[in-house]
């Protein structure tokens, strides 16, 4: 890989990891990582046929909903915390401009965490093992 990317990982390499990162990586690498909008047939599958707490860790991360692009930062995603960085200061400041309701606002700020908190793992799966970090969220 290039240097805008990083190198990827081999399995010695994720020693390191605890045993929820290196169960949610073995997930991911046998099925593919969740997409934004439509994930594949084989992905939904083999995520019905896990008992439901091994689904919410490998579908969710509770941390990066409660310290969002902190978190991000913690796992090294510096590229992914400035960029949801920038996406939360842009809705803030539409938010501000048009003057939303509290109701609004509380529920886009929820989105905003469970969003991070959803993408989160592939986030690290992606840097620790693909060896990638972009922009793009």
């Known amino acids: 890989m290039n240097d805008m990317h990083g190198t990827a990982a081999t399995p010695g390499d994720l ?3 605890k045993p929820k ?3 949610r990586f073995a997930f991911y690498a046998q099925h593919g990582t ?6 594949s047939p084989g992905y939904v ?8 707490r091994t689904r919410r860790l490998v579908t969710m991360n509770w941390f990066a909903c409660f310290f969002g692009v902190l ?3 913690g796992l090294g995603l510096w590229k992914k915390a400035i960029s949801w960085m920038v996406v939360g200061l ?14 609004i606002d ?6 905003f965490a469970l969003a991070i908190a959803q993408r989160a793992n592939v986030y690290h799966f992606d840097n620790r093992v693909r060896g990638l970090q972009g922009w793009a969220i």
């Open 90 to 103: 842009v809705i803030g400041v539409v938010s501000f401009v048009l003057d939303f309701p509290s109701a």
């Open 71 to 73: 978190y991000l930062l």
């Open 15 to 17: 020693q390191d990891l």
């Open 34 to 39: 969740p997409q934004w909008w439509k994930n």
């Open 21 to 23: 990162w290196q169960n």
């Open 45 to 52: 599958a083999a995520l019905k046929a896990l008992p439901a």
């Open 106 to 111: 509380s529920g886009v700020t929820i989105g």
